[in-house]
């Protein structure tokens, strides 16, 4: 089933090959429109997945930080969804 991840009126990525993991659906790097992500100095580190980094999100003018985020380098549990893309801060998955 394709899933979409939107906000501000605006498709930030279509996939129907998501992930999901603990409630979130990671989408496939090639399936986001990156023209709407900007690269975020924001990192958090989670015990199992290892170190994500952020997007902000730009839609219409309008900014959502560090709405969007993935783990370029994983640990070895969460190798599935190295480079993969989830969201949250209202971005809506339908």
């Known amino acids: 089933m394709t899933k979409k991840a ?3 009126g605006q ?3 279509e996939s129907d090959k998501t992930i ?3 409630n979130n659906h ?3 790097p090639d399936s986001i429109k990156k023209e ?3 690269d975020s100095d924001t990192h ?3 015990g ?3 170190v994500a980094s952020y997007y902000t999100l730009v ?3 309008k900014e959502n930080k560090d709405a969007a985020w993935y783990y370029p380098n994983v640990k070895e549990a969460a190798d599935e969804i190295k480079g993969y893309v989830a969201f949250w801060k209202g971005v809506k998955v339908e």
Do not use: H, Q, R, S
């Open 44 to 46: 958090t580190t989670c």
């Open 36 to 38: 709407f992500f900007k």
């Open 48 to 50: 199992w997945k290892g």
């Open 11 to 13: 498709v930030l990525a």
């Open 20 to 22: 999901v993991v603990e």
């Open 26 to 28: 990671y989408f496939p």
């Open 59 to 61: 839609v219409d003018g």
């Open 6 to 8: 939107i906000w501000n």
